[in-house]
């Protein structure tokens, strides 16, 4: 049996975030001893050593809770996990081209620069200039 700092430490996870994952029942609620203190099983490390990971590789909390809920049912089709995991795939994917198009921005920005005078300076006017700025590019960095 842990304690509650223990499956902290063990996993990186914040207390304040493991009570939270228990709040919204990712995690079960332990057991107690007679003073009211937590006291977690293997499992709870497993299963939240799951979720950390999951977070890590970016699923939503509900991704998350749909992966434990096909784990829990081991008997279940992976088709569904693989959807999951691809749907992951395509945001990751989309993230990536929009910070593709913003690192573009950037250095155009920079390239542009003439190092003259701050009145003068082309990475001011850009940032002023919300309609020349990004304008093939919406949501960068959204």
């Known amino acids: 049996m842990l304690t509650i700092g223990a499956l902290s430490r063990k996993t990186g996870t914040k207390v304040q975030t493991i009570r939270y994952y228990e ?22 490390l497993d299963r939240l050593s799951f979720i950390r990971h999951g977070r890590q590789l970016g699923f939503s909390l509900e991704a998350i809770r749909e992966l434990l809920t096909l784990a829990d049912h081991p008997q279940q089709s992976c088709s569904q996990a693989d959807s999951i995991a691809r749907r992951q795939l395509e945001q990751v994917q989309q993230r990536l081209l929009r910070l593709k198009a913003l690192e573009q921005e ?33 949501n960068i960095g959204e």
Do not use: F, K, W
């Not at 029942?25 to 499992?43: C, F, I, K, M, S």
């Not at 250095?107 to 082309?122: A, L, V």
């Open 23 to 44: 709040q919204i029942n990712l995690l079960p609620e332990p057991e107690r001893t007679a003073g009211g203190q937590r006291r977690y099983r293997n499992t709870d």
């Open 106 to 138: 950037l250095q155009r920005m920079i390239s542009e620069c003439t190092g003259g005078d701050s009145g003068d300076c082309r990475v001011l006017e850009v940032l002023r200039d919300h309609s020349e700025c990004l304008t093939d590019h919406n």
